[in-house]
């Protein structure tokens, strides 16, 4: 298994500091939050993705995956959105991250207008993602937060550039438990993304263990040659304790959990 935590976690913080934390408390990767806000998005120049590229591998680490805000299943028209999707898989093969991370975004629309939304855009960009070496996830969210959701677009798909990132927080408040997510998603799954609340209606994160979602199901289920990320929400909780103070007890429970699925086997 490999280990990641999400740049989320540390809201505008230098991306030598991020690397340097991941390596320092045994993390495999970064997934980086791909936004305007962060070091690196889809507008940052050429220049900037080498000397990222560079920051990273020289601390030891890798990016796991570029997080962006496209919104496959939303309404309005496909060409913007195509846009997006194709400028983050760049950025993506740039910084050799193989895999971009997307919304659902369907909102109000009915379900089967969102799902085609989704899938036409998808089967559109899916050829290119792959030609980069690059997989679009789509996450475990809003309009689509159970696994049984994005599983009916991926199946439509059926395409090697697209597949699903799995939220095990949505999944849960959806009312899957792991092993129906897990079940649904199949082959189309890249990687689980972990995290920790107090109740379905207190989202603030906490330390992985602290909370109530069944981490251990869910990591259980995990491929055990990929890669579990931790995504600790602090850019939406500014009062949630700090997540770099917390990284060598997060990745210790999740070493615990992934040895205890690998003795129940």
Request: aromatic share 6%; charged share 20%; proline share 7%.
């Amino acid at each position: 298994m490999k280990y990641a935590f999400s740049t989320l976690g540390l809201p505008g913080t230098p991306l030598d500091r991020s690397a340097a934390l991941a390596a320092a408390h045994g993390y495999d990767g970064l997934e980086l939050r791909a936004h305007t806000e962060e070091p690196l998005h889809p507008g940052t120049p050429a220049g900037d993705r080498i000397e990222a590229l560079r920051t990273v591998t020289a601390a030891g680490v890798t990016v796991l995956a570029v997080a962006g805000y496209a919104r496959v299943a939303a309404g309005g028209e496909d060409a913007p959105v195509l846009a997006e999707l194709k400028s983050l898989v760049r950025l993506a093969a740039d910084v050799e991250a193989p895999y971009v991370r997307v919304f659902p975004g369907g909102g109000d629309l009915p379900e089967p207008e969102a799902d085609a939304n989704a899938v036409r855009r998808l089967l559109s960009v899916a050829p290119f993602a792959e030609r980069h070496g690059i997989r679009i996830l789509l996450e475990t969210h809003d309009s689509h937060r159970t696994a049984a959701a994005v599983a009916g677009v991926l199946d439509r798909v059926a395409q090697p550039g697209a597949g699903a990132l799995w939220d095990v927080l949505h999944t849960w408040l959806g009312g899957e438990r792991p092993a129906q997510s897990r079940r649904s998603l199949g082959g189309h799954l890249g990687y689980l993304q972990v995290k920790d609340v107090a109740s379905a209606e207190d989202l603030t994160p906490l330390g992985l263990g602290a909370g109530v979602l069944p981490l251990a199901e869910a990591v259980a289920c995990a491929p055990p040659d990929g890669w579990l990320c931790w995504e600790y929400e602090r850019r939406w909780y500014p009062g949630a304790a700090g997540l770099a103070g917390q990284l060598a007890q997060g990745r210790a429970h999740l070493g615990r959990l992934v040895a205890h699925g690998a003795h129940a086997e």
